[in-house]
């Protein structure tokens, strides 16, 4: 993992509100007219019963154990709550000051955060947060009860402005903080988690487990010098959580091209892993739009939940990974 050589002075909470106010906020609020429940499917749901199969009903309401209990398929039915409690999983671990450009990977959590929290307490939804800085230990390192309102969006992202960055941490293990918020999160809820993913093995089975309980969305945060390093000669590389630091020279192709074949390894495990958990990911760089992430994001939902009443379980879920 590289670190950044610039220092990104990030925004005050309000100042950086506001921007986003006027940029980005209005412009989602116009374009989705309340359809922000169809970006989040399950929103606001709890359980209500069970009932038989039908053929129009959506194949991802399926109780898979009580299906196998009585070997025919049973759907969950839901009540629609009014107000939806969300809460964010927020990995602030080394590896999130990591920016190639001007931008680092830490101020994009905050961004998304900043515009999902506002969208969702516009509409007196309830937003709290889970805090990991990667420290002592994997469980939440600080705990933002759900509220709503404009004045709490400010108090979470004033809370991660506090955070300073670290020169250094233990390995991040996402497995432990994952537990540790589903453990935390009592209500069924909407449920965001926001990092790179640089983090020990087995996170996934964790991650499994918090979707069987919760509406889970996994937004993945990534640089593109992550991806593939230009030719910049003779360069310090450190890791970002260990501080440790190595020449490497960028001139050879050789070295290039090993680092990129890593990178795409890395991809396709972060692909698989986010199928093991059944959650779906939005990739977020530094470098990109933020509105047209979450439009493009959206838009694949809603494709994805008119086809899913009439298609078959198996081709529902690939179509899911594509």
Known sequence: MLKSPQTHNLQTPE???????WTVIR?????????????????????????????????RHIDWNVTARLQSPYVRQYNEDREV??????????????????????????????????????HGNKVGALLYTGGKTGLVDTVIPARSGRQHILHILQCLTAHPELPKAPATDLADFITAANQLIRRRSLVFIVSDFISRPGWDDALGQLAQRHETLAVRLFDTLE?????????????????????????????????????????????????????????????????????????????????????PHHLETAEART
């Not at 991806?227 to 959580?241: A, F, T």
């Open 85 to 122: 409690t969300a809460w964010f999983l927020l990995d602030i671990s080394p590896s999130l000051d990591f920016g190639s450009e001007q931008v680092k990977k830490r101020a994009v959590l905050q961004e998304f955060v900043a515009v999902i929290g506002r969208l969702l307490t516009r």
């Open 27 to 59: 412009r989602l609020d116009g374009v989705l007219h309340g359809d922000y429940r169809t970006l989040f499917r399950g929103f606001g749901l709890d359980l209500a019963g069970l009932r038989e199969y039908q053929h129009s009903d959506d194949v």
């Open 15 to 21: 100042t950086l509100l506001r921007r986003l106010e």
């Open 227 to 311: 991806m593939e390093l230009p030719d910049l000669g003779l360069m310090v590389m450190q890791d970002s959580e260990t501080g440790e630091q190595i020449f490497v020279d960028t001139h050879d192709h050789s070295f290039r091209k090993r680092f990129a074949a890593i990178a795409e390894h890395r991809e396709t495990e972060l692909r698989s892993a986010f199928g093991h958990a059944g959650v779906d990911a939005i990739e977020l760089s530094t470098d990109d739009n933020l509105v047209d992430v979450i439009l493009r994001f959206s838009d694949l939902r809603k494709r994805r939940s008119q086809l899913a009443a009439g298609m």
